[in-house]
T-cell receptor, first 112, second 115 residues
Framework: KQEVTQIPAALSVPEGENLVLNCSFTDSAIYNLQWFRQDPGKGLTSLLLIQSSQREQTSGRLNASLDKSSGRSTLYIAASQPGDSATYLC???????????FGAGTILRVKS | KAGVTQTPRYLIKTRGQQVTLSCSPISGHRSVSWYQQTPGQGLQFLFEYFSETQRNKGNFPGRFSGRQFSNSRSEMNVSTLELGDSALYLCASHRPPSGNTGELFFGEGSRLTVL
């Protein structure tokens, strides 16, 4: 059974800091890994999608890496801003079941 | 290009009632998935539909059901509501045509409160 763990559970940083969010998964049989952002009371916004054959993806100040063999992914946020405050969710698309398995998320607060 | 649309956004029901939630996927997307989000359990997979067929189902009781129409719109139904069914229900639209390697796009969700 696939399990996804995100560390840390919560993070509070001053504006301008670079930060790293961690995600680990127990079964390497995945099609892809997606990072999402969720604002309070809202749905999920897709940030980055990394296919299982890829090592990393970049979008603006965001960079996500994937090490499928070790079951790890990191989301790097450069020069954090108060608007980055949200919950960040990592999810893997499993080969069986045609579904996403989510981590519990990291609650990020960027202080101005 | 319109995103995933879910209706209603908010609803309040009482125990024992039933509820139907609707999801319109992104135009051209044929796969729709449903997820339940609660503070205690996080995000959990309910079921997935493709071309009007349920392909996969999560570990939820039979009170949870769904269907997909020929235009790819989907509905999910929860019967005999329980307090524990209070949650944010999220619908996801899956980009074709590359099978399971595509990106999922989520709607804003339907927040259900059961009293």
């Amino acid at each position: 059974k696939q399990e996804v763990t995100q560390i840390p559970a919560a993070l509070s940083v001053p504006e301008g800091e670079n930060l790293v969010l961690n995600c680990s998964f127990t079964d390497s049989a995945i099609y892809n890994l997606q990072w999402f952002r969720q604002d309070p009371g809202k749905g999920l916004t897709s940030l980055l999608l990394i296919q299982s054959s890829q090592r990393e993806q970049t979008s603006g100040r965001l960079n996500a890496s994937l090490d499928k063999s070790s079951g790890r992914s990191t989301l790097y946020i450069a020069a954090s801003q108060p608007g980055d405050s949200a919950t960040y969710l990592c999810a893997v698309f499993v080969e069986y079941g045609n579904k996403l398995v989510f981590g519990a998320g990291t609650i990020l607060r960027v202080k101005s | 290009k319109a995103g995933v649309t879910q209706t209603p956004r908010y609803l309040i029901k009482t125990r024992g009632q039933q509820v139907t939630l609707s999801c319109s996927p992104i135009s051209g997307h044929r796969s729709v998935s449903w997820y339940q989000q609660t503070p205690g359990q996080g995000l959990q997979f309910l079921f997935e539909y493709f071309s009007e067929t349920q392909r996969n189902k999560g570990n939820f009781p039979g009170r949870f059901s769904g269907r997909q129409f020929s235009n790819s719109r989907s509905e999910m139904n929860v019967s005999t509501l329980e307090l524990g069914d209070s949650a944010l229900y999220l619908c996801a639209s899956h980009r074709p045509p590359s099978g399971n390697t595509g990106e999922l796009f989520f709607g804003e969700g339907s927040r259900l409160t059961v009293l």
